[in-house]
C-alpha cells in the first residue's frame, strides 16, 4: 500500500499568517493516464471532510482561493496564504492513483 | 444538489452483523463509482471499500482490514449503496461515510453513521 506522510501533525497558526502542510507518498501517484491523483480535504471541527484540491493543483468550486496545492511525483504541499478563523481544523491529503486509497494521517490547524 | 445520506448506524456486539445504506440524489446514481470511508473516535480516515458503475462491471475492491467479512452492494433503480458489515470486531466501531469517487478522487460525502461494536 502507498503510505502518505504528512507533517507537521499540529500546525498554531496567526490569524492572517501564512500556513504550509507537508505530504510525502511512498511510491509515485502519477497514474498511467499522466495525472497525478493527489487530494486535499479539510474536516472542520464536529463535520464531514469536504474536498479542497484535488489533481494536486486544482481547486474546488467555492474553495477561497487562499488555498493553493503543488508537487509533483511524491511531493505535494497545501499552502493556505492568509489563515482565516473559518480555516481550522485537520487537513488529510489523500492519494487516488493506486488501489486501496490511501490518507495521510492529518495535520490540526489550530489559531494561536 | 448532491446529496449522500447514510443510514442502518447503531450498536452491535462483536461477531454479529449490521447493514448500512447510502440514498443518493441530484446526480446519474448509475455513472459514478461509490465507496465507503471510516473515521474511528478521534482518529483519521480510512478507505472501506469501492463499487465501480455498471460501465466497469460494478467491480468491487476492499481495505485487507475488512475483505472477506464486508461486502459492498449497489441498486441503480433506487440510487442507493448499501454496505453489509459481518462478523463485527471491536475495532470496526466507527463513523462510517458514504461518499462519491470518480477519477481518483472522492468528489462529496454525506454526514455519516456512526456504528459502535461493543459487547
Known amino acids: 500500500d502507498v503510505v502518505m506522510t504528512q507533517s507537521p501533525l499540529s500546525l498554531p497558526v496567526t490569524l492572517g499568517q501564512p500556513a504550509s502542510i507537508s505530504c510525502r507518498s511512498s511510491?509515485?501517484?502519477?497514474?498511467?493516464?499522466?495525472?497525478?491523483?493527489l487530494n486535499w480535504f479539510q474536516q472542520r471541527p464536529g463535520q464531514s471532510p469536504r474536498r479542497l484540491i484535488y489533481?494536486?493543483?486544482n481547486r474546488d468550486s467555492g474553495v477561497p482561493d487562499r488555498f493553493s496545492g503543488s508537487g509533483s511525483g511524491t511531493d505535494f504541499t497545501l499552502k493556505i496564504s492568509r489563515v482565516e478563523a473559518e480555516d481550522v481544523g485537520v487537513y488529510y491529503c489523500?492519494?487516488?492513483?493506486?488501489?486501496?486509497?490511501?490518507f495521510g494521517g492529518g495535520t490540526k490547524v489550530e489559531i494561536k | 444538489e448532491v446529496q449522500l445520506v447514510e443510514s442502518g448506524g447503531g450498536v452491535q456486539q462483536p461477531g454479529r452483523s449490521l447493514s448500512l445504506s447510502c440514498t443518493a440524489s441530484?446526480?446519474?446514481?448509475?455513472?459514478?463509482?461509490m465507496s465507503w470511508i471510516r473515521q474511528a473516535p478521534g482518529k483519521g480516515l480510512e478507505w472501506v471499500s469501492v463499487?465501480?458503475?455498471?460501465?466497469?462491471?460494478?467491480?468491487?475492491e476492499y481495505a485487507a482490514s475488512v475483505r472477506g467479512r464486508f461486502t459492498i452492494s449497489r441498486d441503480d433503480s433506487k440510487s442507493i449503496a448499501y454496505l453489509q458489515m459481518n462478523s463485527l470486531k471491536t475495532e470496526d466501531t466507527a463513523m462510517y461515510y458514504c461518499?462519491?469517487?470518480?477519477?481518483?478522487?472522492?468528489?462529496?460525502w454525506g454526514q455519516g453513521t456512526l456504528v459502535t461494536v461493543s459487547s
Open positions: 461518499t462519491r469517487f470518480s477519477s481518483g478522487s472522492i468528489e462529496y
Open positions: 441530484g446526480f446519474t446514481f448509475g455513472d459514478y463509482a
Open positions: 463499487i465501480r458503475s455498471k460501465i466497469y462491471g460494478a467491480t468491487t
Open positions: 511510491q509515485s501517484l502519477v497514474y498511467s493516464d499522466g495525472n497525478t491523483h
Open positions: 489533481k494536486v493543483s
Open positions: 489523500m492519494q487516488g492513483t493506486h488501489w486501496p486509497l490511501t
